[in-house]
Nanobody, 111 residues
């Protein structure tokens, strides 16, 4: 079935940048859809960005133009480049590969 693992979370100042990584145990080129979600306490998990094996990309409206999703098939890794972060980007970020979820990585935006 495989597994995924996120890394790269941490504390970042408003306006700063951070890159999240998601590594899969399976060949990433066999994964049709990979995505980043985020969740804050008391709210539903929400889609941040997704990328298909064909390269089709979709972003949530509030991250469009600030975040960039990409995948490196040779490294079995997906990335989320987060630029110009805002306090409202604070959340636990989860990687999803088809139907498999990671454990999440905390991103905190604060001065």
């Amino acid at each position: 079935q495989g597994s995924v693992a996120e890394s790269g979370g941490g504390l970042v100042q408003p306006g700063g940048s951070l890159t999240l990584s998601c590594t899969t145990s399976k060949r990433i080129d066999t994964v049709y859809l990979m995505a980043w979600y985020r969740q804050v306490p008391g709210k539903d998990r929400e889609l941040v960005a997704e990328i298909s094996s064909f390269g089709k990309i979709r972003y949530a409206d509030d991250v469009q133009g600030r975040f960039t999703i990409s995948r490196d098939n040779a490294k079995n890794t997906m990335y989320l480049q987060m630029n110009n972060v805002k306090s409202e980007d604070t959340a636990v970020y989860y990687c999803k590969a088809n139907l498999i979820w990671g454990q999440g990585t905390q991103v905190t935006v604060s001065s």
